[in-house]
């Protein structure tokens, strides 16, 4: 999955390796997430892994098991793993004790601990390891995470299983996360119900027929669904084996977890008897069960041991219990009952008093926590109210008991929902959604157990029908949610895209293909009229969405193809954040009644009315570019004003901009006279087009201390006249009429973006001079931009990204080039040079060498080329490191022997694949036999002044995608040391991103060399 900059988490392609688990590119990650959904697999992907890695390093030449991936060998680079149960350590905050307790303590006796423990982390120090976390969400620490004190991490790479609604707690960073998979069931539910099959069936019936058997009663039964959930999967087949699954229908979970318990209930206590009027089911899925009766008495002892582990202050034992407390809620029948049925499972221990127990799995315990409620209604108020409020994010802990209530007991679901609601009420972005995942999956539930009145409650709302967020099979759940909810809402987000919507959902229309969506106005002359609207109504061409009744929305978020008819907001009242994004299309829209609004942001196709915005007195945000349009915008009015970001669309009436102190982001790229840059006390950022007019007032550097971007939008600094270098200078700070002789920049600068500007080499030249001297990294953006040359030609670079840092340290990646922008580094006192990019033009390269060759205080030199090119360097290079796309091994000869003729020291680094691209075509590449290359490289040893510190040949493997090294030639330390340097690491991961990556027959080489002075 991909974590977006704006939290969401999208998917991206499936995971078919083990290396995709670990690496990215040819980086081995060091935090991978697995996240599912109770039951969809976690622990059994974990417990798979961990067999593989036993069988991978298991000394037995025999036939190993086959795997699920083809590339289980990616598991040698772990030299040990180490498997920790996170529900076994609840009451322990760092790994190290967890390996202790669950490993170290069971394995060795007692005397040998303290050296085993010495053993354990002489082990983590030297080899590689992988560590396993399963269930994070069954851990009860106070932390986000386990802490990692004590454990060396040089080598340690760490894979943990969660339910989703732990990684969204806040205080998991983004940056924490590596890699995010999710798990989402059976891929193959044939092949997996055949393997199951394997060990249930005897030798007398037919294999493949019976999974035949199997799937075709799936089908009949409309029980596909479970193959989201292995563990439902085994359980349907194995009632399905012992001749119980007829009664399955549907997909409810409770009925699947009623047939689990009937099951287990027949296998502790065969006696039958059914429930009847005179002692009716407790549930409606219980009704029709016959072995579940005659144990109600333990079962309803179970439910209330369940819930009160689940509940309960003492987080550390909710899941996993000693023998002692499981006996103070259980009677010892009971215990035996639900040991013998396989409820609860013991573990035993060296120790007899230090023996556990724990529910055969977390949603049998909620299972059994909502039948204790759904029986007990009176422990919402009294119990879990409490629980809620002293527990962060526990409403998304106990969400499997909510969907279970929701089939029990629908009234007390409502009940609890709204408890859950007003905890999830106070979370802000996109951490609602979770929220939204279980009140869909209770509505579902319900319905499955043709449950009413259902009454969810629910404030924040995603209305996704498109391939992310909601699927398009949870439209026809969510909008009749929606529509119970309207008086709650508080915010909507509607991104509508290619969608079908079923004619069963509220009688809406089956759409094929794009599908708008339109806000509709509303007619306040009939109140009557008004109340008889739906939410969601049939129109002719488009679904219809009423907001009149949704009086207390704050946040309304739209985008992709949405009309918004005149009036259609007018009730939304309490409305602080509206945002109408690229799609969204209204004429004539009036703001002028909602003076809640703090961010307004506008983007679609949208008229504003001249000054509807007046009234927007807590104004803070204000975004209106792209399509939006607007006449004699007057920005007068908004005195907290603190972000303002205009398009070309807008026109701002003059001097309108007056309220400068709170502005801490100015994006103005339309019009606009006398904007006066020493006003300004707390800029952030600031964005300026060319219409824009600057008093010849400079910025006042003590009070802008926090200025750190900059963008210009089509400035011409090759003018006559100057202005638009007056205007760099002043919003730098300085005087212009002092600053013929250097670009100045503001101390604070961070990142400066030029889009269409025109500018020479010479100034570019000077910007990156006075950058150096800032003690701190500088990142500038040339979008489109035109450098002219010395020579006067001027032509246009695609985008090229100038990174400068601490000891005059200089980052070049260029998209395409002129030799205007080679040109700036004529003379630059750069010392550290990085230069990339692709699809350059030969003479704009002999530029660069030209360039190079004038870098008098150059040290470092680091180079990206697609080809050969004559590199000229000067004397004063220490280090070099040259990447090719390709090289031929004449080429190769031409570039040795430039090196070996130097009289200065040097040391060396090339990488490149080896061929040559055929005539002037980059694209087409002629490979060539790397054994071409060899040759090269004993001419080399020859040499007294040359020193080969490395010759070493890569082959590249298709069916893994991923270099191979050559035993036969390699030289040196086997450990590649490429993938320590960032540079040849990126250029790897170029390259694998190309077309040229899927070319059967590919070797790379990567050589090293030292050449030392001649005497």
């Not at 299983?161 to 998991?172: F, G, H, M, Q, V």
């Not at 070099?880 to 190769?892: A, D, I, K, R």
């Not at 060899?934 to 890569?954: A, G, K, N, S, W």
């Not at 090294?965 to 990126?986: H, M, P, T, W």
Request: glycine share 4%.
């Amino acid at each position: 999955m991909k974590i977006e900059n704006d939290g969401r988490r999208t998917q991206q392609e499936q995971i078919l390796t083990y290396k995709d688990c670990f690496y990215r590119g040819d980086h081995l990650s060091r935090r991978t997430y697995l996240q599912g959904e109770p039951g969809s697999g976690k622990t059994s992907f974990a417990s798979k892994l961990v067999h593989d890695w036993c069988n991978v390093h298991e000394p037995s030449t025999e036939s190993k098991e086959q795997t699920a991936f083809g590339d289980v060998d990616t598991l040698h680079e772990f030299k040990f793993l180490f498997f920790i149960s996170l529900r076994d350590s609840r009451e322990q905050t760092h790994v190290t004790h967890m390996i202790q307790t669950q490993l170290i303590y069971k394995i060795y006796a007692a005397d040998e601990w303290e050296s085993a423990n010495n053993l354990v982390l002489n082990i983590m120090r030297n080899v590689m390891y992988l560590v396993v976390q399963d269930g994070m969400d069954e851990w009860s620490g106070k932390e986000a995470l386990p802490s990692m004190d004590g454990v060396p991490k040089d080598h340690c790479i760490v894979l943990t299983t969660s339910r989703p609604w732990k990684l969204a707690d806040e205080r998991i960073k983004n940056s924490q996360i590596d890699i995010l998979m999710e798990v989402y069931g059976v891929i193959d539910s044939e092949g997996f119900s055949k393997r199951i099959l394997r060990h249930l069936l005897d030798e007398t019936k037919d294999l493949n027929e019976t999974v035949k058997k199997f799937q075709n009663f799936l089908e009949s039964h409309n029980l596909d669904s479970i193959s989201s959930s292995p563990m439902l999967h085994t359980l349907v087949l194995c009632t399905w084996v012992d001749d119980m699954a007829e009664s399955l229908t549907g997909a409810s979970r409770c009925e699947l977890y009623t047939t689990l318990l009937e099951n287990l209930c027949k296998k502790a206590n065969p006696q039958m008897s059914y429930f009847n009027q005179y002692y009716p089911s407790p549930v409606n899925c219980f009704s029709r069960t016959k072995y579940v009766k005659p144990n109600m008495e333990h079962i309803d002892v179970i439910a209330k041991a369940a819930f009160s582990f689940l509940f309960s202050n003492e987080k550390e034992t909710s899941l996993v219990f000693s023998d002692i407390i499981l006996s103070a809620h259980l009677s010892e029948s009971t215990k035996q009952f639900a040991l013998h049925s396989g409820l609860i499972s013991k573990r035993k221990s060296k120790k007899c008093y230090d023996n556990t127990s724990s529910f055969v799995h977390k949603t049998v315990q909620e299972f059994f926590a909502a039948l204790h409620i759904s029986n007990n209604t009176d422990v919402i108020d009294n119990v879990i109210c409490e629980y809620l409020k002293r527990n962060r994010d526990s409403d998304l802990d106990i969400s499997q008991v909510l969907i279970f209530l929701c089939g029990f007991n629908i009234l007390a679901a409502n009940n609890l929902s709204a408890l859950m609601n007003q905890v999830n009420d106070v979370r802000h972005g996109f951490d609602h959604y979770d929220f939204q995942s279980v009140i869909l999956s209770g509505y579902r539930e319900a319905v499955a157990n043709k449950n009413t009145p259902i009454d969810l409650h629910m404030s924040h709302f995603y209305l996704h029908l498109s391939h992310f967020f909601v699927w398009v099979d949870n439209a026809e759940d969510l909008i009749p949610i929606l529509a119970l909810n309207t008086p709650r809402a508080r915010s909507l987000w509607v991104f509508m895209g290619h969608v079908i919507i079923p004619s069963q959902a509220l009688s809406t229309y089956l759409c094929q293909g794009p599908t708008p969506v339109s806000l509709a106005a509303c007619d306040y002359a009939d109140p009557s009229t008004r109340a008889k609207q739906k939410i969601v109504r049939l129109s002719a061409s488009c679904i219809e969405i009423d907001l009149s009744a949704c009086h207390n929305l704050e946040q309304l978020k739209l985008k992709c193809d949405i009309t918004v008819l005149p009036n259609a907001l007018a009730g939304l009242k309490k409305l602080k954040y509206l945002t109408m994004d690229m799609g969204c299309k209204c004429e004539a829209l009036d703001l002028s009644h909602y003076e809640h609004i703090e961010h307004l942001e506008l983007k679609g196709d949208i008229t504003v009315l001249p000054n509807t915005l007046a009234g927007l007195k807590k104004l803070k945000y204000l975004t209106m570019k792209w399509d939006c349009k607007c006449e004699a915008l007057d920005m007068s009015h908004y005195e907290h004003i603190e972000s303002i970001d205009l398009g070309k669309g807008v026109t701002l009436l003059p001097h309108s901009i007056t309220n400068y102190k709170n502005l801490k982001c100015t994006k103005i790229c339309t019009a606009y006279k006398e904007l006066d840059l020493s006003m300004f006390e707390n800029l952030n950022l600031i964005t300026i087009s060319k219409k824009v007019e600057v008093l010849p007032n400079q910025l006042i550097i003590n009070n802008n201390k926090k200025l750190e971007f900059i963008e210009l939008y089509k400035f011409d600094f090759n003018r006559c006249d100057k202005k638009d270098i007056h205007t760099w200078c002043l919003l730098n700070g300085a005087d212009p009429v002092l600053c013929a002789d250097y670009t100045p920049v503001l101390p604070s600068i961070e990142q400066i973006k030029l889009f269409k500007v025109t500018c020479s080499s010479t100034w570019l030249r000077s910007l990156l001079t006075t950058l150096f001297t800032l003690d701190h990294r500088v990142t500038c953006y040339l979008t489109e931009c035109d450098i002219t040359s010395l020579k006067g030609s001027k032509s246009s670079n695609g985008c090229t990204i100038i990174t400068t840092d601490l000891n005059n340290t200089c980052t070049f990646n260029a998209s395409v080039v002129s030799p205007g922008l080679w040109e700036t580094l004529l003379g630059l006192s750069v010392k550290n040079l990085s230069i990339s990019g692709q699809e350059w033009e030969n003479n704009h390269v002999s530029s660069l060498s030209q360039s190079l060759a004038t870098l008098s205080q150059l040290e470092t030199l680091r180079m990206h080329l697609i080809a050969y090119i004559d590199l000229q360097l000067p004397l004063s290079l220490n280090h070099v490191t040259v990447c090719f796309n390709t090289l031929h091994p004449s080429e190769l000869r031409q570039l040795v022997n430039k090196l070996s003729a130097r009289t200065h020291s040097l040391e060396c680094r090339v990488e490149f694949v080896c061929g040559h691209f055929k005539d002037t075509n980059i694209y087409m590449k002629h490979l060539i036999p790397a054994e071409e290359y060899i040759p090269i490289q004993q001419e080399l040893d020859t040499m007294q002044h040359v020193d080969v510190e490395r010759f070493r040949i890569y082959d590249w493997a298709r069916s893994t995608n991923q270099w191979s090294a050559r035993d036969s030639v390699v030289d040196g330390d086997l450990v590649d040391e490429i993938v320590d340097n960032e540079f040849c690491k990126d250029f790897l991961k170029l390259f694998r991103m190309t077309d040229k990556s899927k070319i059967d027959g590919l070797s790379r080489i990567s050589m090293r060399l030292k050449i030392k002075i001649q005497p």
